[in-house]
């Protein structure tokens, strides 16, 4: 079985076809008037990608490994995942508040900060007495999506999992293309579930 997507053409040439297909005929009678249109829409769409650029590198974020004085924000960063995995049209693995806590308490977290707000997560979760390690509840909030906090956060967590499991196989669960593609570009490889652990705990919880 194979799975198609619809092709949804890039704003640019979203906006294009709306001149060549709506615009008053007298448009169309005068190529200076089009190529001048095409001009103007191109700077600006250009302009936009700059704006953004500029805009993510004038945020300065934190990465560093969550910490009790992190505490506070676990119920902003289960809220986050949870409207997340709703958007997304995903199941997700239920975790309490207390669960998240104790991850930071234990140094097996990664928070990043816009000052004193929260902007991104992750954490590890351990099976079959450490061989295995996942890396696990990745998010970052909407505000500070399309700037590659996702891809900082994601190399952070792997650095944290190696230097605190040196012997483990680390793997990552996803649905999503984007993290594919970033676990991709990290080195991890795709694997058949049988390649994964086999601690009950972790089927367990993948059910939920």
């Not at 190529?31 to 300065?60: D, H, K, P, Q, V």
């Not at 079959?128 to 696990?136: E, L, R, W």
């Not at 999992?161 to 996803?174: C, G, H, R, V």
Request: proline letters at 4%; aromatic letters at 14%; one cysteine or more.
């Amino acid at each position: 079985m194979q799975a198609y997507a619809a092709y949804k053409p890039p704003i640019k040439h979203r906006i294009l076809f709306y001149l060549q297909k709506k615009t008053p005929i007298y448009l169309h009678m005068c190529s200076f008037c089009c190529t001048f249109a095409r001009f103007f829409i191109y700077r600006w769409y250009i302009s936009l990608i700059i704006l953004n650029s500029y805009i993510g590198t004038m945020i300065e974020f934190s990465i560093e490994v969550a910490a009790e004085k992190h505490i506070p924000y676990v119920a902003e960063i289960l809220q986050t995942i949870e409207e997340a995995a709703k958007d997304r049209g995903t199941g997700i693995a239920k975790r309490n508040p207390e669960y998240v806590a104790q991850k930071m308490r234990e140094g097996k977290a990664v928070i990043a900060m816009n000052g004193d707000k929260f902007a991104g997560f992750s954490y590890i979760e351990c099976w079959d007495h450490g061989h295995f390690v996942a890396n696990s509840g990745l998010i970052v909030k909407p505000e500070y999506r399309q700037m590659g906090l996702a891809k900082q956060i994601k190399k952070r967590i792997v650095e944290l999992s190696q230097e605190m499991f040196p012997n483990a196989k680390i793997f990552s669960l996803t649905t999503g293309a984007a993290v594919m593609k970033m676990n991709t570009e990290l080195g991890f490889k795709p694997v058949t579930f049988q390649d994964l652990t086999t601690d009950p705990k972790f089927w367990k919880g993948c059910e939920s």
